[in-house]
């Protein structure tokens, strides 16, 4: 039996918390037939740890695309940072996506992780295409005049599409890459070049490895999924 279950989603912040009572069965235990999609799992201690942070909110993220993929579009949609997009979050989280624990994570972090779900479902495997032959999506979206925090949004894209389209093979191993693997950490080190080059000079962009992994499976998807060949017009 559930006693509370709480869910917050205020200023680009999600905190999420299931408890249960003693005669509760332990969410591991239970029969995986009866826990479809996969429900992340989130201890005291696991906060402790970054790689673990971010493998449960993939596991949430991957859930709540399965059990609500029409409201996960639209809150991907939305403009990141947006009040639009804090007001589809409200509506995506799903406390039947967290098993036991705790969680509270950022929106970045959170619609990264659901990018990168929709990567790998897409992308996994396939080669990846000439990417200077495919536009840029539209990072604004249509949305002017933006706020500081959007404004910080959209350059963090840019810099991410100038990234993927420098180095796209190693972008697309990084998305792909397991959570905290040496695959993911090398992925990185190749990419410091591209870095290097897609800032601007006199430029400051401030973001976490988790942000930008997640922002660049965002990219790619979106470049793959939405754009047209360069020049195209509609």
Same mark, same amino acid.
């Given at each position: 039996m559930r006693l509370s279950r709480t869910i917050l989603a205020l200023a680009g912040v999600v905190t999420m918390v299931v408890a249960l009572d003693a005669t509760a069965v332990p969410a591991r235990a239970q029969n995986p037939t009866l826990i479809h999609p996969k429900r992340a799992e989130f201890s005291y201690d696991d906060r402790l740890n970054p790689d673990l942070v971010r493998k449960a909110v993939l596991d949430f993220a991957t859930c709540?695309?399965?059990? &609500? &993929?029409?409201?996960s579009m639209e809150y991907l949609a939305a403009l990141p940072e947006s009040r639009e997009s804090r007001r589809y979050l409200s509506r995506l989280v799903d406390e039947d996506c967290?098993? /036991?624990? &705790?969680?509270k994570f950022s929106e970045p972090l959170f619609r990264g992780a659901m990018y990168q779900r929709l990567y790998l479902d897409t992308y996994r495997n396939d080669p990846v295409p000439d990417l200077s032959a495919l536009a840029s999506p539209d990072y604004f979206q249509d949305v002017s005049p933006l706020n500081a925090a959007e404004q910080q949004g959209v350059a963090i894209r840019q810099f991410a599409d100038c990234v993927v389209r420098d180095q796209p093979e190693v @972008?697309? &191993? !990084? @998305? /792909?890459? !397991?959570?905290?693997s040496s695959e993911e950490n090398g992925s990185f080190s190749t990419l410091m070049p591209s870095f290097s080059k897609c800032l601007a000079k006199n430029k400051t962009l401030e973001f976490k490895k988790s942000q930008l992994r997640g922002t660049m499976a965002e990219v790619l998807y979106r470049i793959r999924t939405e754009s047209k060949p360069a020049g195209t017009e509609e």
């Open positions: 709540a695309l399965e059990r &609500r &993929r029409n409201s967290l098993g /036991t624990g &705790r969680m @972008a697309h &191993r !990084l @998305a /792909t890459s !397991l959570i905290g």
